[in-house]
């Protein structure tokens, strides 16, 4: 059974640093992209960050870039996001994902909470 | 990157068809074979019910389907079930491996 299980959310200062994990089973990780997709309470989804399998190439949304750092370790099946210099409005359930057929998400984690407050 | 449009509310009865659409512009929506659908229900993750547009994944009934019309993308619900009732999502490729969602559509079944 393919599963991803997201870890390392929890409770930070504005400023901080924070980072999430995804470890992945059930499936070759080395041959598919990874991303993470968050969401505030209450609101919709909002795409942050892909990583690929060639050249492991990273992208990432407008709010984040510069700030948050998309990493994988293939050798351990995981992907993880360092998130650097932490906002209020970064507040949000963090999902991983598995990208499939090249442009969806399939599967998702279960999320894990991060929450950004003084 | 703005959040595709979409409706916050339908609402059906079971056994009726509802579609909720998704707008964007020619950058995204209007540009991209690549749109894609998710079904969350409340505390759960997103579950992945249209790619490509139009095509479903296998395991998702054939009651979901999908189309596009210019920068409108539209998700049609046949024979409405009561476990149907979630939040929908619209996706779009966008470019350079980035991607937006719309901003969500809760569907009602009452």
């Known amino acids: 059974e393919v599963q991803l299980v997201e870890s390392g959310g929890g409770l930070v200062q504005p400023g901080e640093s924070l980072r999430v994990s995804c470890a992945a089973s059930?499936?070759?990780?080395?041959?598919?992209?990874m991303t993470w997709v968050r969401q505030a309470p209450g609101k919709g989804l909002e795409w942050v960050a892909d990583?690929?399998?060639?050249?492991?190439?990273?992208y990432y949304g407008g709010a984040v870039k510069g700030r948050f750092t998309i990493s994988r370790d293939n050798s351990k099946n995981t992907v993880s996001l360092e998130m650097k210099s932490l906002r209020v409005e970064d507040t949000a359930i963090y999902y991983c994902?598995?990208?499939?057929?090249?442009?969806?998400?399939?599967?998702w984690g279960q999320g894990t909470l991060v929450t950004v407050s003084s | 990157q703005s959040a595709l449009t979409q409706p916050r509310s339908v609402s059906g009865s079971p056994g009726q068809s509802v579609t909720i659409s998704c707008t964007g512009t020619s950058n995204d929506v209007g540009a991209s074979i690549y749109v894609s659908w998710y079904q969350q229900h409340p505390g759960k993750a997103p579950k992945f019910i249209i790619y490509n547009v139009s095509e479903r994944p296998s395991g998702v009934p054939d009651r979901f389907s999908g189309s596009k019309s210019g920068n409108t993308a539209s998700l049609t619900i046949s024979g409405l079930q009561v476990e149907d009732d979630a939040d929908y999502y619209c996706c779009s490729y966008v470019a350079r491996y980035t991607w937006v969602f719309g901003g969500g559509t809760k569907l009602t079944v009452l």
């Open positions: 059930g499936f070759a990780f080395s041959n598919f992209a």
């Open positions: 994902a598995r990208r499939w057929g090249g442009y969806n998400f399939d599967p």
């Open positions: 990583i690929d399998v060639l050249d492991y190439n990273t």
